[in-house]
Structures are given as C-alpha cells and as structure tokens.
C-alpha cells in the first residue's frame, strides 16, 4: 500500500508557511477580530435601514460602506450621515469595492454592507460560469467551485478585521420536492452557519434574532425601531 505524499513544489510552500507562522493567545487582535451578520427579510422589510444603524456609532465601528447591487439603497443610505455607498453591477466590481475599502482602511475599523448577499452570490455564480466557459450549472460536483468565488470576498473582510453585514432576500423552504411552508433565507446555506449574528425582519419591520454568536439563544424579538448597535 502506497504512501501519500505532498508533491516537491507544494512541500516547499508548506515549509515556507510554516516558517512564517503566526500563533495567538485564545483571542485574534482586534485588526483580525471580525464579525459577521445576517439580516434576512421580504422586500421593504428594513434590512439596509438596520445594517446602517451600525454608522450611529462610528467610533465602535468605524465608516460603513454600501455595496450596492440594487442601485437603490440611496433611498435609505442619505438619512444616514457617513454612510459610502458604491454601486456594484458583478462580481468584479464586487471584488474591486473590497479591495478599496481593504486599501483605505488597512488595520482600521469599518463595515461593509452586502446588500444584497443574495446578489453577491448570484455574482458568484455568473463570474464561476463565465471562467469555465457555460451558460448554466451543471452537476452538483461544480457547486463548491462557485461557492469558492462567495467564500473568497467574505474572506477577503473577514481578514481585515471589518465587520461583514449580508442582507438577503428570502425564498420558500423545501424538503424534498415538497414546500414547508416555512421561508428561509435566499442566500447559500453555508453563510447563516457563519454568521455571528442572523436576524430576521417581521412583516412589521421587528428585528427576530434567531442566532447570536455561540450561544443556545432563543429566538428573540427586539422592538421596532431597535438599531444594530444595541442588538
């Protein structure tokens, strides 16, 4: 029976790695701390509004940037002073405003808004597609490669230390060929299993946070009009 073994080159860049290494005392320093959120809900639910409360406290959180691939979130946006707004149309945009925001704001604090994430990943999905040379997806096999282009802009914040609001619109949940009845977030499954926090806006624009941090939190309602910084 065989033995694996790493090929000379990959070898090489393991010994590299490991040379420059770096090892942290149970907690990363906060240029590297980042938190991620998910703030899911209908159409005119308020999730951009929510995100950009983070820019009330802009010492705690520093500038919050919109990237917006909706081309509407100005609606919202201008009664928030302080908040940048960069409109993104694909994938490249999306990775460009990241690059920028990660230029300007190296080892500082600052928020950066998907809005939405349910287009960040549709982005994902048309630049993987336009790589490879196809129209649509094919085999399943060839989803965790598009996934890959999602995983690499959320990569890209989180090691900058930022922190990471995704907003998504919402879809019916299925099992099976059969619908529950129940709604959940339209966005790839693996981003609420990220999130730090995930929320989700009520009909009546009442934030439900179903998930904080490690927690066993409940589902908890907060009141209308609460903002992300007290949440």
Excluded: N
């Excluded at 690499?152 to 609001?165: E, Y």
């Amino acid at each position: 029976m065989g033995t694996w073994k790493l090929k000379e080159d990959d070898l090489k860049m393991v010994q590299k790695i490991a040379s420059a290494i770096k090892v942290y005392d149970g907690d990363y320093p906060p240029e590297l701390s980042s938190s991620t959120i998910l703030i899911a809900g209908e159409e005119y639910s308020g999730k951009t509004h929510l995100a950009c409360t983070l820019a009330l406290e802009p010492d705690k959180y520093g500038p919050v940037y919109v990237l917006d691939s909706e081309l509407r979130a100005q609606r919202v946006t201008k009664k928030f002073p302080g908040v940048r707004l960069i409109p993104v149309k694909d994938y490249l945009e999306l990775i460009a405003a990241v690059e920028y925001i990660r230029a300007l704001h190296k080892g500082q604090k600052a928020c950066v808004v998907l809005d939405s994430g349910t287009d960040a990943q549709k982005f994902s999905e048309e630049q993987y597609l336009k790589d490879i040379g196809k129209e649509r997806m094919g085999m399943p096999i060839t989803y965790p490669a598009m996934w890959s282009y999602l995983y690499h802009a959320l990569d890209l914040l989180k090691t900058s230390g930022f922190t990471i609001v995704f907003t998504s619109k919402m879809k019916d949940e299925y099992v099976g060929d059969s619908r529950t009845g129940r709604m959940k977030p339209r966005i790839f499954h693996d981003i609420p299993y990220r999130a730090d926090i995930s929320i989700l806006m009520q009909d009546d624009k009442v934030p439900l946070v179903v998930k904080m941090g490690d927690q066993d939190w409940p589902p908890t309602v907060f009141p209308k009009g609460a903002t992300l910084p007290e949440i």
